[in-house]
């Protein structure tokens, strides 16, 4: 039975991973967690200085999901590089760094510095971050901005790249491909929504931030629909996330288009997710007689009829 | 179980039983669960977080300050006000819970010959600092604090340990009226040199432990009760701002807390 994916160059063992923000540096979970059992771990969002982050209150709980408004505190590539890298390196598992900055130039150096870095599996650029005031999300919804930062993250690096993209744009399909053309080797579909709740007693929104991104199951099929549509557009792998947390999710993402997954927020209240998750896959495998993981991907069946009578309503 | 030592953290995630889940006066309920793992490793001052499956759509773990801890058991005190605390208050004997635990830096034991601990506690803070007041080779004071004699939890047992308390209350329906300051002061006038405070409470409460504490020259070590999500550090919910040589950052209360000194904490940062 197979469970090995390619994204790019890199090879994972299976096609389970951890989602950026949702699994810190990989040391927090490493007392309860297997860490090389996982097929990758992608690392919280990091640039070229420490940052501060948002003010709390940052995240609070909504119905089947979870709006955070964190604000990528973060080391910065120095202070990542000496606190976190040493055991990072230690892993079998590939580590991947999500890398995002303020400019064009901010974002080419971090993947620089990355490139120059031994033992990195890929990058991971962070387009679509709905907390950053500049930054983030805006390179994410502005498609020239987009081309441009892939672009010249490209010409900073040879690693694995991968755009993580931005659910909040009328269509994913041209960010996909311009991501595409521009030479990301990758896709991670989806960031998180941008949400919003208010406190009715007190009548004050419930974050610091006021609004922030929505995660978890609730936006489990806003994502399987997106990681569909980028499927039928772009030829290069697609990693779907959006509220995985058990192993049907994982293979409804699969067939939808996506080459691997990532278990985001489900990390925050069962660490085992992914691990399970890999589990799930093996006997979903067993029980269908299927050889070769990837035979899942993009297999939703469409009648012809049905994908021509298709409107956007 | 799995049970792996990094960087000096011990934690485990364990699938645990309910022993009993006993309502008290109130809306206040006492949890024992069968969880061998964690009761072995707690420190004074840690906490335990529950999933609590029955809650469903409310997808995250709580997190409670551990109370008191056996051989093979841990108890938590709480209020059944919120969600999660309602779901939990309906489950019985024999049901499973997975938690993980034990987490945080907790208070540090006050040494046979160091300072007199002064304990203060308000509401269910005060399950906080009974294994403190357990450990403790010195028997020392503990102030408590609530709206009213329905909110003095666990009076019997630190007086069970040989300490003196001391309540008070909002409505003067137990101890002296007023809030739990009131008494602190007055034995920090009578004697504030070599004591040494801790606390657990809500946090204007633990503001206030931090100014008189600066005002007598007192250290004082306090558990911020911040809003939590993932427990062990990675999701940067629970940050506090704390004071930095080079001006301040926010600090996990899940994993350098959620125990501070008092003086580190920028509490005019806290809202």
């Not at chain 1, 400019?103 to 031994?118: C, K, S």
């Not at chain 1, 067939?255 to 691990?275: D, H, L, R, W």
């Not at chain 2, 007041?133 to 020392?140: L, T």
């Not at chain 2, 009226?177 to 004697?191: H, M």
């Amino acid at each position: 039975m197979n469970l090995s994916v390619k994204i790019g160059r890199l090879q994972l063992a299976n096609p389970v991973m951890v989602a950026s923000g949702t699994f810190g540096y990989g040391v927090e979970y490493a007392p309860l967690v297997d860490l090389n059992q996982l097929g990758a771990v992608v690392v919280k969002g990091i640039r070229l200085s420490a940052v501060q982050g948002n003010p709390p209150p940052r995240t609070v709980e909504v119905t089947s999901g979870l709006i955070n408004a964190i604000g990528l505190q973060g080391p910065g590539v120095d202070g990542f590089i000496k606190k976190y890298w040493p055991f990072l390196r230690s892993l079998k598992t590939p580590v991947i760094i999500n890398i995002w900055g303020t400019t064009l130039e901010e974002y080419a150096e971090v993947a620089r510095r990355f490139d120059e870095l031994e033992g990195v599996g890929g990058l991971e650029l962070n387009v679509s971050c709905p907390n950053i005031k500049e930054g983030g999300s805006h390179f994410g919804t502005d498609i020239k901005l987009l081309a441009r930062v892939v672009s010249a993250c490209r010409k900073a690096t040879s690693l694995p790249l991968i755009t993580k993209l931005s659910p909040n744009v009328v269509s994913i399909v041209p960010y996909a491909k311009a991501a595409e053309q521009e030479g990301s080797d990758a896709l991670a579909i989806m960031n998180s929504y941008p949400a919003m709740a208010i406190d009715i007693e007190t009548r004050r929104p419930k974050l610091a931030n006021i609004t922030g991104g929505l995660t978890g199951p609730c936006i489990k099929p806003i994502a399987i629909k997106l990681v569909w549509e980028a499927f039928n557009a772009v030829r290069i792998p697609i990693i779907g996330m959006g509220g995985i947390q058990s192993a049907a999710d994982a293979i409804e993402f699969l067939m939808a288009g996506a080459t691997a997954v990532a278990v985001g927020t489900a990390n925050f209240y069962e660490p085992q997710t992914a691990i399970q998750i890999i589990a799930g896959l093996r006997e979903f495998m067993q029980r269908k007689g299927i050889a070769d993981i990837r035979e899942l991907t993009g297999s939703v069946k469409i009648e012809r009829n049905q994908a021509q009578s298709r409107n956007c309503a | 179980m799995t049970l792996v030592r990094t960087f000096s953290i011990q934690m485990v995630e364990e699938t645990v039983t309910i022993v009993s889940n006993e309502r008290g006066p109130g809306q206040y309920f006492r949890l024992v669960l069968r969880a061998p793992g964690i009761a072995r490793m707690v420190k004074p001052g840690q906490f335990a977080h529950l999933r609590i499956l029955p809650m469903k759509e409310a997808l995250l773990r709580r997190p409670f300050s551990i109370f008191q801890a056996t051989k093979d058991s841990i108890s938590i005190l709480y209020k059944a006000v919120g969600k999660g605390t309602e779901a939990l208050s309906r489950m019985c004997h024999g049901e499973q819970l997975s938690v993980i635990g034990p987490l945080g830096h907790g208070f540090s034991v006050p040494k046979p010959e160091g300072e007199f601990p002064l304990l203060v506690a308000g509401g269910y803070g005060m399950a906080a600092l009974y294994l403190l007041a357990q450990c403790s080779p010195v028997k020392g004071i503990v102030f408590v604090g609530g709206r009213s004699r329905i909110d003095i939890l666990c009076e019997d047992e630190f007086k069970a340990l040989g300490w003196d308390v001391r309540v008070a209350t909002e409505d003067g329906s137990h101890g002296e009226k007023g809030l739990v300051t009131k008494p602190l002061l007055a034995e920090l006038q009578r004697q504030s040199n070599g004591r040494k405070l801790y606390a657990c409470g809500p946090t204007p409460m633990l503001r206030a432990v931090g100014d008189i504490a600066k005002s007598y020259n007192v250290p004082a070590e306090v558990s911020m009760d911040a809003h939590m999500c993932c427990g062990v550090g990675v999701c940067l919910t629970c940050v506090i701002p704390v004071k930095t040589p080079q001006g301040w950052e926010y600090q996990r209360s899940c994993t350098e807390g959620p125990v501070f000194d008092s003086s580190q904490i920028l509490w005019e940062a806290i809202a």
